[in-house]
């Protein structure tokens, strides 16, 4: 398929790579060119100076930015992905966003005779690069049945989960439980140095039981180690959060421990950990 894929970061960058990897036909975008011209020159495909450019005769145009008017600024306009793609396209945004741009897009999308579908990923940037993301969509049905196959050359799991706005809602359902697993796992590791216990040993040993988790396998030692390079900073966390905790305001959800643990992130960010990634929580918990 004649593809477009607008955004060059630690997530879009491979996921473009798959899909050229695939045999698709992969034209590319980046705010920074140097970024869209560096891919093109390390897999073969073609960059674009506008994203209506890179989604002139594109079948399906993904998009993989920073936030909801980073989204904005490649999809509208007169140089946007919209006034460049054709009746019929489909426009993927992966970009974790609010609801409400999800829905916004779908409208924008419908009246040129195009499908937009909002599906954000999760599995970070080592799911990027090793093509076994998550992916949560919302839209309309048949513009997903077209998209599915293609962006299974990237997800382990592809899932729709209803209408537009589905996506971006069950992504801040994955955000709300990293966040509280991540101090928990924190809480727990601090304690066990603090108690003298051979932490490595005490996470192997409760990793066989009920409280193992995807973060204590992946995490648990580097954080142990005080290693926190993985890709996913303390400041895009907080943006999702931002997302969730504005979403329940609107839908009357209580998030007593998100708002909590936002603070904290917030506290991290003022040690200078804006960029580390969002196990480190419990540098917060060693200061003190």
Request: proline share 2%; aromatic share 6%; hydrophobic share 50%.
């Amino acid at each position: 398929m004649k593809l477009a894929f607008l955004g060059m970061g630690v997530m879009g960058a491979p996921m473009a790579g798959h899909l050229k990897a695939a045999g698709h036909d992969v034209t590319v975008y980046n705010r920074t060119a140097a970024k869209a011209r560096a891919w093109a020159a390390c897999h073969g495909g073609a960059m674009a100076e506008t994203p209506a450019a890179a989604a002139a005769g594109a079948e399906i145009v993904f998009a993989c930015v920073g936030n909801d008017d980073d989204v904005r600024s490649v999809a509208y306009g007169e140089s946007g992905a919209f006034a460049g793609m054709a009746p019929g396209a489909v426009f993927v945004d992966h970009t974790t966003a609010s609801a409400e741009l999800a829905r916004e897009l779908d409208a924008a999308a419908g009246t040129r005779g195009l499908a937009a579908l909002d599906a954000p990923v999760s599995g970070g940037q080592a799911g990027a690069e090793k093509g076994q993301l998550t992916v949560m969509v919302g839209g309309d049905a048949a513009a997903f049945a077209r998209a599915e196959p293609v962006m299974a050359h990237y997800g382990k799991a592809v899932t729709l989960m209803g209408p537009a706005g589905a996506g971006q809602l069950t992504k801040m359902v994955n955000q709300i439980c990293i966040g509280g697993l991540l101090q928990g796992l924190s809480e727990a590791l601090n304690f066990a140095q603090k108690a003298g216990l051979d932490a490595e040993k005490a996470v192997a040993v409760i990793s066989k039981g009920a409280a193992q988790s995807w973060q204590m396998e992946n995490r648990a030692a580097t954080m142990l180690r005080g290693e926190f390079d993985f890709g996913f900073a303390v400041d895009w966390m907080r943006k999702d959060f931002a997302i969730c905790l504005d979403e329940a305001r609107r839908n009357g959800a209580r998030l007593p421990v998100t708002a909590l643990v936002d603070q904290f992130y917030a506290g991290v960010q003022a040690m200078g950990g804006n960029r580390w990634d969002t196990s480190s929580l419990i540098q917060l918990l060693r200061q003190r």
